[in-house]
Nanobody, 123 residues
Framework: QVQLTESGGRSVQAGGSLQLSCVVSGVAFNRYAVGWYRQAQGKEREFVASMTRYGDDRKYADSVRGRFTISRDNAANAVILQMDNLKLEDTAVYYC????????????????WGQGTQVTVSA
């Protein structure tokens, strides 16, 4: 069973940067696409970014495109989210997951989640 451990979240001022990390265990990491998701208080979990198993294609939500970058480190079984020019509306709990690239856009695809990491952006 997949296990997901997110880290790196903290409070940051608008315009600042953060790097989130997620370690994936329990599955053959390099066989899966990876993705990041977030859930703001009172809202549904939403897609943020995804990346193929080979790293040859990436997708981003319109709200983060040009500011966030997803990457992966297969040697460390880790997926990274570099977040730049953070905005107040980026405040949320961030989660990662691994799966089939075609389905990464839909959070409801997944039945297992980690504890997430809180990102709070203030003015």
């Amino acid at each position: 069973q997949v296990q997901l451990t997110e880290s790196g979240g903290r409070s940051v001022q608008a315009g600042g940067s953060l790097q989130l990390s997620c370690v994936v265990s329990g599955v053959a990491f390099n066989r899966y696409a990876v993705g990041w998701y977030r859930q703001a208080q009172g809202k549904e979990r939403e897609f943020v970014a995804s990346m193929t198993r080979y790293g040859d294609d990436r997708k981003y939500a319109d709200s983060v495109r040009g500011r966030f970058t997803i990457s992966r480190d297969n040697a460390a079984n880790a997926v990274i989210l570099q977040m730049d020019n953070l905005k107040l509306e980026d405040t949320a709990v961030y989660y990662c997951n691994a799966g089939t690239y075609a389905y990464m856009y839909t959070p409801k695809t997944f039945t297992s989640w980690g504890q997430g990491t809180q990102v709070t952006v203030s003015a």
